[in-house]
């Protein structure tokens, strides 16, 4: 059986786990639990925004028409993400390029190019390199790449 103490203590571990995975600063656990709430709330709206932005892609009609960029800042670096309605051969390897050219490192990638193009990536500063990138300049790194691949695609 189970002692009240060790209960305690498992739900004080959950607690503190919950505490650092919404990097909230609270100290009691009504507070944790409001703080992972709203963290919760914010993941949700990114979710329906990156959907949005997916179904937009999606219904656009132009067949000419560039990937969607989109960069996001955080505590690490950024978060990347590119898509495009139709398959881009050899679009991946031109975005990799730029990250290199940036300076930036690549801490985590997925790709998907079988019918769509689906690009996330978290890419960090490389702070040896003494470069102060922001997500604007990732964001229009990552357009001239597409430029670029598209111009060598023609």
Known sequence: ???????????????????????????????????????IQELKQKVEELNQDVANAQTSTDQNSSPMVTVETTEKGFLINVFSAKSCPGLF??????????????LEARATCIDTFRFHAVGEKNEEQGKNIDAGAVKQAIGQAIQNWSQNAD
Do not use: G, P, W
């Open 1 to 39: 059986m189970v002692s009240k103490e060790q209960k305690r203590a498992a739900l004080h571990q959950k607690l503190q786990l919950l505490r650092s995975l919404t990097n909230s600063h609270a100290l009691n656990k009504t507070s944790i639990i409001i703080d992972a709430s709203k963290y």
């Open 93 to 106: 390897v031109s975005i990799l390029e730029s990250f290199e050219e940036m300076s930036l490192n690549v």
